[in-house]
């Protein structure tokens, strides 16, 4: 995602279009690996934007959700975000604190493999 950068105005996630929660996808920012997904809504947002550190929606605690804040230690910094073109998901490219991002202690939330056998397989770090 490089190239020229032009600046718009009114720019801004549509929180509104999906029912106030967006999906954010979270990228490792030097390496590419995918690590996780997760939902934003508009709080959670503003307090990224705030703090440089990832926060997110808890779609089954139901509340604002600091990443690695107060528990593990783990936060995600934020090195870029974009919005796609619909401005209905966010892609996050992070700094993992600690190198692990899943609930699990894994390093990816991404750790069921398909096989040819269309059975899943746990996929060690």
Known sequence: MSGKVIELENIKPDFEKTGGL?????QDAKTGEILMLAYMNYESFQQTLITGEVHYWSRSRRELWHKGGGSSGRVQK???LYLDCDLDAI???IEQV???SCHTGRRSCFHY???IDQKFRLVED
């Open 98 to 100: 600690g190198g692990i």
């Open 22 to 26: 967006l999906p954010a996808v979270v």
């Open 91 to 93: 892609l996050i490219k």
């Open 78 to 80: 934020v090195k870029a």
């Open 113 to 115: 493999q398909l096989g």
